[in-house]
C-alpha cells in the first residue's frame, strides 16, 4: 500500500511544532534522522504501524529490535492491561519479579542468577559494576563496532576508523580502563588479555557493526582465554537475546559466557533489561555487597510484559525461530534480486531474524568493509522504502517479527523495487 504523500507533509508539519519544545524533535537521536521524515506513529497491529494521515507501513524497525511478536500480541498487552488492573505498585517488591527470574534461569544458558534494570544500557552499566567487583579489576576489553548503549564509559570505537567517543559532551576518562580491539580477531586479544582485565565484553553476533556472523571458533577462543585468565565474559545480548533463539547467542553457538547483558526482545515491547549470570560472578549483587538500585527496576508491568512475551517465545519456539528467521531469508534474496534488477551495488548480510543492507559496497564480510558503504545513501534508500510503505531503520537494518505475512514479504520486495528504482532516477547509490 503506497503511503498518502500528505502523510510527509503531517509529518514535517509535527517535526515543526515538535522542535520548539522537545530536543531534535524526538526522544533518541536516530529517529529524528528518519527520511523523507519522521513518521509519527498514530497506531499499530501486529506488522503495521498507522501515521496521522492514515497511511500504512509495514514495519521492520520493530521498535529498534523488541517488538518481535509484532506492535500488538495478545499475550504481552493482556498481561500488561491484568497487572495495570492491579495497581501500578512501582518499587514495590512482587511476585513477578521471581517469576520472570525463574523464566530466564530456564531458558538462558548463562543465566543461574538475574538483575533488573529499565534498558539495555544500564544493564550494561551493571554488568561492568558486577565484572569489577568480582574480580577487583578495572580494565576492560571492547571491540571496534560493537554497541554496548549510550553511557560514557562504553560509547566508543563504534564506528570503522573512530575509537573515540560515539558523541560530543563525553567525558574521555570514562572510557580509559578499555583496550579496543577488531572484534573477530582471536589472535589479538590474545596477545592483550592478561589477569589485569576484569572483564571482555562483545556482541557475540555483532548485529551493530552491520550483521556479522562471529568467525569459527572466534567464541571458543575468547571463551578459553578469559578463563586462562580468570577474566569475566559478558555477551551483549541486548539485541540477540530471545532473537536469535530461545538462548540467545550463547545458545546458537555453543559458548556460555559469565555474564548475559539482555534486554530488547525480552519486554515485547517494555522496557526492561537485566544481567543474568553464573552463581559465582553474580556474588557481589546477589550478596547485596554491591549496591544495585533504580527507582523503576522491576516494575510490575514491564515484568508481567517480559513474563508474557518470554512464556511465548518458549511456548512456541520450534515454530517461531524457524518462522522468522524464514521471512528474513526470503527479504534478504528478494533484496539481492531487486538489486541486482536495478543494477545497484548493494551489501546484504543476515543472521536470522535481523538483515544489514548497506548501498554502495558489494560485500560486508568485516568492519573494515563498512568504510567503504555508502550510509548516506542507504538512508536516501530507507526514506524511499518508506514512500513505497515499509519502514526499516534508517542505517539499513531490518527486523522480522511473528507478526510478518507472507503478504508482508510480497509487499516489501516490490517496495525494494520501486526504492531502487527511485535511487536510479536521483543518481544514487550505483
Ligand atoms: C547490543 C546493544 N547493547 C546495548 C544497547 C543499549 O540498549 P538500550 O537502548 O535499551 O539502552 C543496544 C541498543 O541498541 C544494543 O544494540
Known amino acids: 500500500m503506497i503511503p498518502d504523500p500528505a502523510s510527509f507533509e503531517v509529518a514535517k508539519s509535527y517535526r515543526a511544532r515538535a522542535l520548539k519544545t522537545l530536543s531534535y524533535g524526538v526522544s533518541s537521536t536516530p529517529r529524528g534522522r528518519q527520511l523523507p521524515a519522521p513518521i509519527v506513529a498514530d497506531r499499530a497491529a501486529n506488522a503495521h504501524v498507522w501515521d496521522k494521515a492514515g ?24 498481561a500488561v492491561k491484568a497487572e495495570m488492573d492491579r495497581g501500578l505498585r512501582t518499587a ?13 534461569c530456564e531458558t538462558l544458558p548463562a543465566a543461574q542468577k538475574c538483575a533488573f534494570v529499565s534498558s539495555g544500557s544500564e544493564a550494561i552499566q551493571l554488568a561492568l559494576r558486577i565484572a569489577r567487583a568480582a574480580t577487583g579489576r578495572t580494565r576492560v576489553v571492547k571491540f571496534r563496532g560493537n554497541y554496548h548503549g549510550w553511557m560514557d564509559g562504553v560509547q566508543v570505537a563504534g564506528a570503522y576508523g573512530n575509537d573515540g567517543p560515539g558523541t560530543i559532551g ?4 570514562a572510557a580509559a580502563s578499555l583496550t579496543i580491539l577488531d572484534w573477530g580477531d582471536a589472535t589479538a586479544l590474545a596477545e592483550v588479555l592478561t589477569s589485569d582485565f576484569a572483564a571482555v565484553i562483545l556482541e557475540p553476533v555483532a548485529v551493530n557493526g552491520g550483521c556479522f556472523t562471529p568467525p569459527d571458533g572466534f567464541l571458543a577462543e575468547v571463551r578459553a582465554l578469559t578463563e586462562r585468565h580468570g577474566v569475566v565474559l559478558i555477551f551483549d545480548e541486548v539485541i540477540t537475546g530471545y532473537r536469535l533463539s530461545l538462548g540467545g547467542a550463547q ?6 559466557p559469565d555474564l548475559a547483558v539482555i534486554g530488547k526482545a525480552m519486554g515485547g515491547g517494555l522496557p526492561i533489561g537485566a544481567v543474568a549470570g553464573s552463581d559465582a560472578v553474580m556474588e557481589p549483587v546477589s550478596s547485596g555487597r554491591l549496591f544495585h538500585r533504580g527507582t523503576f527496576n522491576g516494575n510490575p508491568v514491564s515484568v508481567a510484559a517480559s513474563i508474557a512475551c518470554i512464556s511465548h517465545l518458549k511456548a512456541n ?28 551495488v548493494c551489501a546484504v548480510n543476515r543472521t536470522g531474524s535481523a538483515l ?14 563498512t568504510a567503504q558503504a555508502d550510509f548516506p545513501a542507504t538512508a ?11 519502514q526499516i531503520i534508517g542505517r539499513g537494518l531490518s527486523y522480522t517479527t511473528a507478526a510478518h505475512t507472507a503478504a508482508d514479504i510480497a509487499e516489501t520486495i516490490a517496495a525494494y523495487d520501486m526504492a531502487f528504482a527511485a535511487m536510479a532516477r536521483e543518481g544514487g547509490g550505483k
Open 380 to 390: 536516501r534508500f530507507a526514506g524511499h522504502l518508506l514512500q513505497a510503505g515499509v
Open 317 to 344: 519456539a520450534q515454530t517461531l525461530y524457524p518462522l522468522i528467521d524464514g521471512l528474513a531469508a526470503q527479504l534478504e534474496t528478494g533484496l539481492r534480486e531487486a538489486a541486482a534488477r536495478h543494477d545497484t
Open 170 to 173: 563525553q567525558d574521555p576518562g
Open 356 to 369: 544489514q543492507l548497506a548501498l554502495g559496497v558489494a560485500e560486508m564480510r568485516s568492519l573494515a568493509d
Open 251 to 256: 545458545q546458537l553457538h555453543g559458548v556460555t
Open 55 to 78: 497511511s500504512r507501513f509495514i514495519d521492520y524497525a520493530a521498535g529498534y529490535g523488541p517488538l518481535i511478536l509484532g506492535h500488538s500480541p495478545s499475550c504481552v498487552i493482556d
Open 92 to 104: 514495590s517488591v512482587h511476585a513477578g519479579e521471581a517469576a520472570l527470574a525463574e523464566l530466564i
